[in-house]
């Protein structure tokens, strides 16, 4: 008896400690069961008092496109001089950098030669002259003949025929003078305008080809800068517009002046901005021109921290949402919310932020800072910042 009353109380333990297990099991699941849909049984291992930062979703029905293109500041006026003749150069009266006005002689070619042949041309249409004056005297005799009877028709032609010679050979030897004396001018290379002299190519004694830079002048004053823009952006640029532009950390006004009708080496196309004030400017100089364009297009501003890359290309943002108040559990109490992964198509985006649509409420809370350390569920604690919804 005793023997098997040991062995009935021995059982009877097993089942009640079996029974109790059982009751714990089911409730451990009851307890589980209470969370919120979305939220990862997960979460019981992280953190649930983590706080993140957000910001409110801002919509906006367009935003606007900006882009900045660097030119350069040229001068409106930059030639390379050269004489019209081939010569032995004789003279510089100018170094680089030097100051020089219009008319101011650069350069002289050697007009020796040219000087000798002017001479002699001289002396030739002086022949000329006083042969055509001998035949006009002859004419007039033979005239006077020929109504005396004295000389016959022939003869008379003759006088004029050779009258007409001697001055048709005047006017020859005058445009071979002529042509002697513009040779002499164009042996002195005149300045066109007021500039500088930014370079100069060639030193006395060399023998210059006809059309062979001599030196470079450059306009001192109404500078210009050309600047490429993308076929984007053109249209928003039109002849006349008054833009700013920024010149050596200094804002400098310029009125567009000409849009070239060729693309450049960059598939870009030229404008031409003239400038109202050029203190302190020099050729080559870089300026940067800003450009907007406005984009009909509903979404939102997201910092580049918020997005996170998916598969096949696609982009999410994290949303924080309210966890529903029926939850009660101790690992929970801290947390008011959970992370929820939305979809958003990228519109544009720039240095530090991007403009975004998708499946995404207006003034939900999304995840601004740090969401590479978060996961789908995690249970954390917001701290909200302002935000207007404008491009940064």
């Given at each position: 008896m005793d023997s098997n009353h040991k062995k009935l109380m021995n059982g009877s333990r097993m089942l009640l400690a079996f029974m109790s297990f059982i009751v714990f099991i089911l409730a451990l699941l009851v307890t589980g069961s209470k969370q919120p849909f979305g939220i990862a049984r997960a979460s019981e291992s992280i953190t649930p008092s983590q706080v993140v930062s957000t910001g409110l979703v801002k919509y906006q029905d367009e935003y606007y496109l900006e882009r900045a293109f660097i030119g350069q500041v040229e001068p409106n006026q930059l030639s390379d001089l050269g004489f019209e003749l081939t010569g032995l150069l004789n003279v510089i009266n100018f170094e680089e950098g030097d100051l020089v006005k219009k008319g101011d002689i650069i350069a002289v070619l050697d007009t020796d030669r040219l000087v000798a042949q002017q001479s002699e041309a001289r002396a030739n249409l002086a022949k000329v002259i006083a042969d055509a004056r001998l035949k006009e005297s002859t004419l007039v005799r033979t005239i006077k003949a020929f109504e005396g009877k004295a000389v016959s028709a022939q003869e008379l032609d003759q006088a004029k025929e050779d009258r007409e010679s001697a001055i048709a050979l005047v006017s020859v030897a005058k445009s071979q003078l002529d042509s002697i004396t513009v040779d002499i001018n164009k042996s002195s290379l005149i300045a066109p305008f007021d500039g500088t002299i930014v370079k100069k190519f060639i030193d006395v004694g060399t023998v210059v080809r006809q059309g062979q830079t001599i030196a470079e002048l450059q306009e001192n004053k109404n500078f210009e800068v050309r600047i490429g823009i993308s076929n984007n952006?053109?249209?928003?640029?039109?002849?006349?517009?008054?833009?700013?532009?920024?010149?050596?950390?200094?804002?400098?006004?310029?009125?567009?002046?000409?849009?070239?009708?060729?693309?450049?080496?960059?598939?870009?196309?030229?404008?031409?901005?003239?400038?109202?004030?050029t203190n302190q400017l020099r050729a080559g100089d870089l300026a940067r021109l800003s450009l907007k364009k406005t984009v009909n297009e509903r979404g939102f501003w997201v910092p580049l921290t918020a997005l996170r890359e998916g598969k096949r290309g696609l982009w999410s943002i994290y949303i924080a949402s309210h966890i529903p108040n029926k939850v009660n559990h101790a690992s929970n109490l801290e947390a008011t919310h959970f992370i929820e992964r939305r979809t958003v198509i990228v519109e544009h985006i720039n240095e530090s932020s991007a403009y975004v649509s998708g499946a995404v409420d207006s003034e939900e809370q999304m995840i601004i800072e740090g969401a590479h350390k978060l996961v789908p569920g995690q249970l954390v604690r917001i701290k909200t910042f302002e935000s207007d919804g404008a491009s940064v």
């Amino acid at each position: 008896m005793d023997s098997n009353h040991k062995k009935l109380m021995n059982g009877s333990r097993m089942l009640l400690a079996f029974m109790s297990f059982i009751v714990f099991i089911l409730a451990l699941l009851v307890t589980g069961s209470k969370q919120p849909f979305g939220i990862a049984r997960a979460s019981e291992s992280i953190t649930p008092s983590q706080v993140v930062s957000t910001g409110l979703v801002k919509y906006q029905d367009e935003y606007y496109l900006e882009r900045a293109f660097i030119g350069q500041v040229e001068p409106n006026q930059l030639s390379d001089l050269g004489f019209e003749l081939t010569g032995l150069l004789n003279v510089i009266n100018f170094e680089e950098g030097d100051l020089v006005k219009k008319g101011d002689i650069i350069a002289v070619l050697d007009t020796d030669r040219l000087v000798a042949q002017q001479s002699e041309a001289r002396a030739n249409l002086a022949k000329v002259i006083a042969d055509a004056r001998l035949k006009e005297s002859t004419l007039v005799r033979t005239i006077k003949a020929f109504e005396g009877k004295a000389v016959s028709a022939q003869e008379l032609d003759q006088a004029k025929e050779d009258r007409e010679s001697a001055i048709a050979l005047v006017s020859v030897a005058k445009s071979q003078l002529d042509s002697i004396t513009v040779d002499i001018n164009k042996s002195s290379l005149i300045a066109p305008f007021d500039g500088t002299i930014v370079k100069k190519f060639i030193d006395v004694g060399t023998v210059v080809r006809q059309g062979q830079t001599i030196a470079e002048l450059q306009e001192n004053k109404n500078f210009e800068v050309r600047i490429g823009i993308s076929n984007n952006l053109i249209n928003s640029v039109q002849l006349g517009d008054q833009k700013n532009l920024l010149i050596n950390s200094n804002e400098y006004l310029g009125i567009v002046s000409a849009k070239l009708p060729s693309r450049g080496q960059n598939r870009t196309i030229d404008i031409i901005l003239e400038l109202t004030d050029t203190n302190q400017l020099r050729a080559g100089d870089l300026a940067r021109l800003s450009l907007k364009k406005t984009v009909n297009e509903r979404g939102f501003w997201v910092p580049l921290t918020a997005l996170r890359e998916g598969k096949r290309g696609l982009w999410s943002i994290y949303i924080a949402s309210h966890i529903p108040n029926k939850v009660n559990h101790a690992s929970n109490l801290e947390a008011t919310h959970f992370i929820e992964r939305r979809t958003v198509i990228v519109e544009h985006i720039n240095e530090s932020s991007a403009y975004v649509s998708g499946a995404v409420d207006s003034e939900e809370q999304m995840i601004i800072e740090g969401a590479h350390k978060l996961v789908p569920g995690q249970l954390v604690r917001i701290k909200t910042f302002e935000s207007d919804g404008a491009s940064v």
